[in-house]
């Protein structure tokens, strides 16, 4: 499994301003994943991060909004643009690890909450 | 449109019992089933998982049965902890992207 941590683990924040979110892995990793999980919701994709290529956005998720950098292999960053109530979830990002190629592992979660 | 459903949002089993979560889900292109468990502000830990090749998966406590024609899987434990109070997830592959169900919450009783 892989080591994965998150900062800040939580923060309220304005609405209207914006918050980045770090995510550091013990490993080298090729795909790290960001998702949000709003109260009482599923966990829901947000975009995968390859490094050295551009994040890639699920339906309903766009780069204006969440931009997403990922500059070497153990290293990511979400950031939550021009917040709303409506962004107050919990954010995590994930990555492959385990014995098979389909085991993510997650860190501890970022919660934001917009006011 | 859920790919993934959990009916149940919560689920109460005395310790010693046997714990069954279901899941169902739509999409056929799904290659690979987990189960993740999840405290309150941790993030989700890794159980178990079954390939959609094969019908069933044990680890320990943990047993996963996979019922394609039903696009049905559950997660049996036990004998059920307190320490498995949390809630349990299960997610669908697809493309190596994961698709989430929306948790049950699990409450073992002493």
């Known amino acids: 499994s892989a080591v994965i941590s998150q900062k800040p683990s939580r923060d309220i924040c304005q609405r209207g301003t914006s918050l980045t979110i770090q995510c550091q892995v013990d490993s080298q990793v090729t795909m790290m994943f960001w998702y949000r999980q709003q109260p009482g919701q599923s966990l829901t994709l947000i975009a995968t991060a390859n490094q050295g290529s551009e994040a890639t956005y699920e339906s309903g998720f766009v780069i204006d909004k969440f931009p997403i950098s990922r500059p070497n292999l153990t290293f990511s960053t979400l950031t939550v643009s021009n917040m709303s109530p409506e962004d107050s979830s919990i954010y995590l990002c994930?990555?492959?690890?385990?014995?098979?190629?389909?085991?993510?592992?997650f860190g501890p979660g970022t919660r934001l909450t917009v006011t | 449109d859920q790919q993934v459903k959990q009916n149940s949002p919560s689920l109460s089993v005395q310790e010693g019992r046997i714990s069954i979560l279901n899941c169902d889900y739509t999409?056929?292109?799904?290659?690979?089933f987990l189960w993740y468990k999840k405290y309150p502000a941790e993030g989700p830990t890794f159980l178990i998982s079954i390939s959609s090749i094969k019908d069933k998966n044990e680890d320990g406590r943990f047993t996963v049965f996979l019922n394609k024609s039903a696009k049905h899987l559950s997660l049996h434990i036990v004998p059920s902890q307190p320490g498995d109070s949390a809630v349990y997830f299960c997610a669908a592959s697809v493309a190596q992207k994961l698709v989430f169900g929306q948790g049950t919450r699990l409450t073992i009783n002493p």
């Open positions: 994930s990555v492959f690890a385990g014995t098979s190629a389909y085991e993510q592992y």
């Open positions: 999409n056929s292109m799904f290659d690979y």
